[in-house]
């Protein structure tokens, strides 16, 4: 009984191989994957035609040979499926449909007033009908669904803390799962930004980086030998409430002096609050005055943003030593003027040695990191329990 038990785990193990390869590597032949993995030919050939009749792999004809005959291609079906990732903000919920390789169908996008628990909730669900509606036909249809909040979470889903939504122990993913039985995956949103940096952004090439997600307040995910850190109870990251103020203000977690009171959008607002004299609807008014007007005013309030940016990220290189940082989330925008005084920051405050071989990058996924790491989390799930 035992040998067959180790039979099929060896068989679950090389049948996960030979898609990860295709998916990494195609178009590829049997005869390369049988070369590269070290698995007999034969056994690719029977695993790659189970993979055939699963629909997640596909023969696109021949490719060049090397000698003898021509090999078949193959391909995977990215379209076999698709996935839902939602980036869940604290005024905001943008949603992205995409299929298993990432690639965009649709999105939807809404504000929201925050004014309930149960309110957003049925936000939320409105955007993923929305999405559902407008899915194209494939396979397996839509298979899972990726949400990064602002806040922590446990290992079954419930959103155990998010001081900017103001929730505490929100069954976020059985709510979400009863509506529409689909497979739903809950994670922190600065951690599902990291890992869209780590998979379709500027951190592809890095083992060792930090997604820094500026919005109403900040967050941070870390991947630490390319893999994504979460620490002992999954509260890694929260770097957005380490105190940079002995006597600063007290944030909504409870903590003094928090990071993001000085450098995040709201912390910009209240700024343009108190030095202008008068309210600023949102960061994109600002944006907007900053570019057209050229206010002096307007862009000092983006250099002392970017000064107490910096102040935060040298010390997220004194204590993890990165590669790379991404700066990510809405106020990217705004990267034309918080660029120079966050690099001036760091360079007079940064140790040497760190410093050299550090590189500092605003993102390129326009604001989509986190719906595109969630959405990865969704398919990954799906992986996990077609290979099993």
Same mark, same amino acid.
């Given at each position: 009984?035992?040998?067959?038990?180790?039979?099929?785990?060896?068989?679950?193990?090389?049948?996960?191989?030979?898609?990860?390869?295709?998916?990494?590597?195609?178009?590829?032949?049997? =005869?390369?994957? @049988? /070369?590269?993995?070290?698995?007999? &030919? #034969?056994?690719?050939?029977? !695993?790659?035609?189970?993979?055939?009749? $699963?629909?997640?792999?596909?023969?696109?004809?021949?490719?060049?040979?090397?000698?003898?005959?021509?090999?078949?291609?193959?391909?995977?079906?990215?379209?076999?499926?698709?996935?839902?990732?939602?980036?869940?903000?604290?005024?905001?919920?943008?949603?992205?449909?995409?299929?298993?390789?990432?690639?965009?169908?649709?999105?939807?996008?809404?504000?929201?007033?925050? =004014?309930?628990? @149960? /309110?957003?909730?049925?936000?939320? &669900? #409105?955007?993923?009908?929305? !999405?559902?509606?407008?899915?194209?036909? $494939?396979?397996?249809?839509?298979?899972?669904?990726?949400?990064?909040?602002?806040?922590?979470?446990?290992?079954?889903?419930?959103?155990?803390?998010?001081?900017?939504?103001?929730?505490?122990?929100?069954?976020?993913?059985?709510?979400?799962?009863?509506?529409?039985?689909?497979?739903?995956?809950?994670?922190?949103?600065?951690?599902?930004?990291?890992?869209?940096?780590?998979?379709?952004? @500027?951190?592809?090439?890095?083992?060792?980086?930090?997604?820094?997600?500026?919005?109403?307040?900040?967050?941070?995910?870390?991947?630490?030998?390319?893999?994504?850190?979460?620490?002992?109870?999954?509260?890694?990251?929260?770097?957005?409430?380490?105190?940079?103020?002995?006597?600063?203000?007290?944030?909504?977690?409870?903590?003094?002096?928090?990071?993001?009171?000085?450098?995040?959008?709201?912390?910009?607002?209240?700024?343009?609050?108190?030095?202008?004299?008068?309210?600023?609807?949102?960061?994109?008014?600002?944006?907007?005055?900053?570019?057209?007007?050229?206010?002096?005013?307007?862009?000092?309030?983006?250099?002392?943003?970017?000064?107490?940016?910096?102040?935060?990220?040298?010390?997220?290189?004194?204590?993890?030593?990165?590669?790379?940082?991404?700066?990510?989330?809405?106020?990217?925008?705004?990267?034309?003027?918080?660029?120079?005084?966050?690099?001036?920051?760091?360079?007079?405050?940064?140790?040497?040695?760190?410093?050299?071989?550090?590189?500092?990058?605003?993102?390129?996924?326009?604001?989509?990191?986190?719906?595109?790491?969630?959405?990865?989390?969704?398919?990954?799930?799906?992986?996990?329990?077609?290979?099993?």
């Amino acid at each position: 009984m035992k040998k067959t038990g180790d039979l099929n785990l060896v068989k679950r193990m090389n049948k996960a191989i030979v898609l990860e390869y295709i998916q990494q590597h195609a178009p590829v032949s049997r =005869a390369t994957i @049988a /070369s590269k993995t070290g698995l007999t &030919k #034969a056994t690719v050939s029977t !695993l790659v035609s189970e993979w055939i009749d $699963s629909h997640m792999v596909y023969e696109i004809g021949t490719g060049e040979s090397s000698g003898g005959r021509k090999p078949v291609m193959l391909l995977f079906h990215a379209k076999a499926g698709f996935v839902i990732g939602i980036d869940l903000g604290v005024n905001y919920i943008h949603a992205l449909l995409t299929d298993l390789d990432g690639e965009a169908a649709c999105e939807h996008n809404m504000t929201h007033a925050n =004014a309930s628990v @149960a /309110s957003v909730l049925e936000d939320v &669900k #409105a955007c993923i009908r929305e !999405l559902l509606r407008q899915a194209p036909a $494939s396979p397996y249809g839509v298979v899972g669904i990726g949400i990064g909040i602002p806040g922590i979470s446990d290992d079954h889903g419930n959103v155990l803390f998010a001081p900017n939504l103001g929730w505490e122990n929100v069954p976020l993913q059985q709510e979400i799962e009863k509506e529409f039985g689909i497979p739903v995956v809950i994670e922190n949103e600065a951690n599902a930004g990291a890992v869209g940096e780590k998979r379709y952004g @500027a951190g592809q090439d890095a083992a060792h980086l930090i997604y820094v997600s500026l919005g109403s307040g900040i967050g941070t995910g870390i991947i630490i030998k390319d893999e994504l850190y979460r620490g002992a109870t999954g509260f890694s990251g929260e770097i957005g409430h380490q105190s940079i103020d002995l006597n600063g203000p007290q944030c909504r977690c409870g903590n003094y002096g928090c990071w993001e009171l000085y450098a995040s959008e709201q912390a910009l607002l209240e700024s343009a609050k108190s030095s202008l004299g008068r309210s600023a609807a949102d960061v994109d008014s600002l944006l907007q005055e900053a570019a057209q007007i050229g206010s002096a005013e307007i862009s000092g309030l983006f250099a002392q943003l970017g000064r107490h940016l910096g102040i935060g990220l040298v010390n997220i290189v004194n204590s993890f030593n990165p590669e790379l940082i991404i700066i990510g989330g809405r106020l990217t925008a705004a990267a034309e003027w918080l660029d120079e005084p966050i690099r001036q920051t760091m360079e007079q405050r940064l140790l040497p040695y760190p410093r050299k071989p550090l590189e500092v990058q605003f993102s390129a996924l326009d604001s989509r990191s986190t719906v595109l790491g969630a959405s990865t989390l969704a398919a990954g799930n799906f992986f996990g329990k077609l290979k099993s």
